[in-house]
């Protein structure tokens, strides 16, 4: 076993870092106040490769592993996680299934504008009435008599990226007496009719990353724009879903990494009582279990992204490491920040500081792309066997 990044790791690790440190940390508070998408850091981030990390060049992408994948999301978060949803959904949502299941024709003509970040891609999967129940899902597509392309009627809900996007990856019943079996993936283009996009959502945290409902008015979708065969959407959307949880757990890393370095340096300069707050044996228990949950994190994180990056190779799953890495680093995110915000007091409350944009922001790793709830279901269905 050898824990060390390889050097082209490491590389990309310092490249992301110091793009995130340099060019999104300081614009970060100003999008988190507005909510306004952050466009030319997002364009930059395409410029160095990090919206198609795992995407063969041939593609635009920048044809490196599922870990250099993990680092490059760590380092964003770090800095500001809105930014890591919006270049998460991009690499693991829209990206990987395209690869995945896509013909050659459709790889040219959708991977390669998302993986370059000359256009922005989202994913369509939840429903106002089906969030956690995917496959309860009422959107419609209807093939044409002439067979010739998909009508396609419906609501998608909470879709990340919806208000700016170009492309959609999404999912819609082709067969509903089939439920899950009749569900059929599409990629759609935003500018076509039918495509009508609702309101930004105005959100707790990771506001600068827009999100949006999404109503297909009889939106025509071409026959050859199907993505996989008819019936198998629900498979590819959760195979999507696999290695989009390890790109979460890695934003989650990046939050409660950010959480405790500024913990540990406020620890060492704020005085109380005399001496410096983190000389109290209560500041040094918080800050000993956040460092403890952060490495635990990471490792989980790295372990599940070089498990998926064989499983390329194995054609195994890695759901199991996923979910695993993906529940634990989001409530470690959700611990750390929590305890940021007790360790700076009363600027931990404070907008002069990003601490309580750390806290806001780490609550969604909790809650998408499978809920706690749902991931302590996924691991104890697959330890157990049982359903
Ligand atoms: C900011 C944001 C961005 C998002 N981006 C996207 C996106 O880009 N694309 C997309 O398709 N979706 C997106 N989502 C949707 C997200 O994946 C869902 O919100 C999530 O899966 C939960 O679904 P729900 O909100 O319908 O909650 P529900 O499914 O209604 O769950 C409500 C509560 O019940 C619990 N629960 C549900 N079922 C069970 C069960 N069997 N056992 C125990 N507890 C259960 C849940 O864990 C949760 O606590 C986004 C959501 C948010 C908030």
């Known amino acids: 076993m050898d824990f060390a990044l390889t050097e082209e790791q ?27 998408f952050p466009r030319d850091t997002i364009v930059r981030a395409g410029e160095l ?3 198609g990390v795992e995407v063969p060049e041939a593609y635009g992408g920048s044809g490196l592993d599922t870990i250099c994948y993990a680092l490059v999301m760590e380092e964003i978060a770090a800095a500001d996680a809105a930014h890591s949803t919006i270049v998460s959904v991009n690499n693991s949502l829209y990206n990987n299934g395209l690869l995945s ?20 891609g ?12 995917a496959a309860a899902m009422r959107t419609r597509a209807v093939l044409s008599a002439d067979g010739s392309h998909y009508v396609i009627s419906g609501k998608k809900a909470w879709i990340t990226s919806g208000p700016v996007a170009d492309y959609m ?17 599409f990629i759609l283009d935003a500018k076509q009719d039918g495509f009508i996009r609702g309101k930004t959502e105005p959100k707790l945290g990771i506001r600068a990353s827009a999100t949006c409902e999404i ?3 009889n939106y025509r979708c071409p026959v050859e724009n199907r993505l996989g065969k008819e019936g198998q959407g629900f498979a590819i959307a959760m195979d999507v879903l696999d290695a989009g949880r390890i790109g979460i757990a890695a934003q989650s890393v990046g939050i409660a990494r950010a959480a405790y370095d500024a ?15 983190g000389s109290f044996e209560m500041i040094q228990h918080k800050l000993a279990d956040m460092k403890c949950k952060l490495e635990a994190a990471r490792l989980l994180t790295l372990q599940a992204a070089w498990k998926r990056h064989q499983a390329k190779h194995t054609q195994q799953r890695s759901t199991l490491e996923g979910s695993i890495a993906k529940l634990f680093a989001s409530e470690a995110a959700m611990f750390c920040a929590h305890a940021a915000v007790q360790i700076h007091g009363g600027m931990g409350y404070s907008k002069e500081l990003p601490i309580e944009r750390y806290f806001r922001d780490a609550k969604i790793t ?3 792309e499978g809920t706690s709830e749902i991931q302590r279901m996924v691991i104890a269905r697959l330890e157990t066997g049982l359903r």
């Open 169 to 185: 990856v999404m999912f819609a019943m082709t067969d509903p007496d089939k439920k899950a079996k009749g569900i059929t993936a």
């Open 366 to 368: 909790e809650i998408y």
């Open 10 to 36: 490491q590389l990309i690790q310092q490249v992301a870092r110091d793009f995130a440190q340099q060019e999104i940390a300081p614009v970060a508070a100003k999008h988190d106040a507005s909510g306004e």
């Open 49 to 51: 490769g990090f919206m």
């Open 263 to 277: 913990s540990l340096q406020y620890a060492r300069e704020r005085k109380a009582f005399g001496a410096a707050i």
């Open 101 to 120: 299941y896509g013909t050659e024709q459709q790889k040219q003509r959708f991977v390669t504008p998302v993986a370059s970040g000359k256009a922005i």
């Open 122 to 133: 989202c994913y369509g999967l939840t429903e106002p009435q089906s969030g956690s129940d």
């Open 215 to 217: 109503e297909f008015d």
